[in-house]
């Protein structure tokens, strides 16, 4: 980022309307509209239901950022960077935007307020926890499970290139949601037996095997391997190391359990991506991410020992456990 410092500070207090331009252009549709080529704002607003004036404004305020790219003609087309908010294309990142922008977006305002007397920054502006208000939103719960979904399917082809699958004939994917971590593993293990584990209204009507339960209780017993992805930092330590509890009572000595995190690094600026997930924790849970020395005492307190930790492409890491001895 060019300019003084000023400059930089005042581009980075604007964050909050970058936020709600490529919200607004998601929500309106203009990325799906301009995929054929540039349109004005006078061609588009009849298709997109919006006012000529208003979302040439708000064009031009995504050309400044480079999403769009402003022609002489008072036209814009999508940049490389614009492409990403298409429906459907490879990398979209159309659902992670659509939930920032009307997700989490007003949750920051609780933010001060967590910071000086504790909480949780979504409780202290919605008064309920995160996942009770999406159960009452059906569209912003849509919208989650949309960027769950990209989120989900960006990271799987990367985790299951890193994951040791050498002779596992059976696993379970523990808090799996709808299943595209599994459907991942399930392609490289065609013969094994797998189970996809969440809550029973998750898992009504999914294709794949499915166990409805709670993971806080108790997991499917016996499986070679098990999976725990983007689990564990929704929760504070107590919680996380009871599905770890839960997760280990399950295993026999042999089977390997596969965490998937984000890691934080030791300085914010080794991994920006994982600080900032960090905050989206901060901002909506009461749970964190960790640093792959936490997790490996947590790992310690529920019998296990973090036998490898493997980055992955996707930002994540792979931190592989095993029963520790005697436990």
């Known amino acids: 980022m060019s300019g003084s410092a000023a400059d930089r500070l005042a581009r980075l207090a604007d964050g909050y309307l970058v936020t709600q331009l490529l919200h607004t252009a998601v929500v309106l ?10 349109r004005s704002a006078a061609d588009l607003a009849g298709e997109l239901g919006a006012l000529p004036g208003p979302l040439h404004r708000v064009l031009r305020g995504l050309a400044a950022e480079e999403v769009l790219e402003e022609t002489g003609d008072g036209r814009f087309g999508l940049t490389d960077t614009g492409r990403l ?27 001060p307020a967590a910071v000086r007397d504790g909480g949780v920054a979504f409780e202290q502006v919605h008064g309920r926890p995160f996942f009770d208000r999406l159960a009452e939103q ?20 990367a985790v299951v290139a890193s994951l040791d699958l050498t002779g596992l004939g059976s696993v379970v994917d523990v808090g799996g949601g709808r299943g595209t971590l599994l459907r991942a593993v399930r392609e490289r293990l065609p013969d094994a037996d797998v189970v996809l584990f969440d809550l029973p209204e998750v898992v009504a009507g999914s294709d794949l095997p499915a166990v409805g339960g709670d ?23 107590d919680a996380a190391l009871r599905v770890l509890r839960a997760c280990r009572a399950a295993m026999r000595p042999d089977s390997v359990l596969h965490v998937v995190e984000a890691v934080l690094p030791e300085r914010a600026t080794d991994d920006p991506a994982a600080v900032r997930m960090d905050l989206h924790v901060l901002l909506l849970l009461r749970g964190r991410e960790r640093t792959a020395a936490e997790y490996g005492r947590l790992l310690a307190d529920a019998g296990l020992r973090l036998a490898r930790d493997v980055p992955t492409d996707a930002g994540v890491h792979v931190l592989e456990a095993r029963p520790a001895a005697g436990s």
């Open 29 to 38: 549709g203009v990325p799906d509209a301009l995929a054929a080529g540039p």
């Open 85 to 111: 908010l298409r429906t459907g294309v490879p990398g979209s990142l159309r659902g992670p935007v659509a939930v920032r922008g009307g997700v989490y977006y007003g949750a920051a305002a609780g933010l």
């Open 138 to 157: 059906p569209e912003q719960l849509a919208a989650f499970q949309a960027s769950m979904d990209s989120r989900s399917a960006r990271e799987a082809a």
């Open 215 to 237: 993971f806080f209780t108790g997991v499917p017993a016996g499986a070679d391997a098990y999976l725990l992805s983007r689990v564990l930092h929704d929760w504070d330590d």
